[in-house]
């Protein structure tokens, strides 16, 4: 039989760690119940911006270093 997380939680004696991890853990429920195809498009879209974003700040260095300005 495996301990209740919540009780181990409980046991630290900190009340503030055990609010903000039942938060954290509230917060990330409805996204553990995600089919895995939607985990992996959220991932994929993560991943989208994360490269738009690289490009846009080396734009943003070439536009800031052009003569013309």
């Given at each position: 039989m495996q301990p209740n997380p919540t009780c181990l939680y409980r046991v630290s004696g900190n009340d503030f760690l055990v609010a903000q991890i039942m938060h954290l853990k509230n917060r990330l429920k409805p996204y553990r119940r995600l089919?895995?195809?939607?985990?992996?498009?959220?991932?994929?879209?993560?991943?989208?911006?994360?490269e738009q974003d690289k490009l846009a700040v080396f734009w943003m260095h070439i536009w800031a270093d052009s003569p013309a300005r």
């Open positions: 089919p895995p195809h939607v985990r992996k498009r959220i991932a994929q879209t993560l991943s989208e911006q994360f």
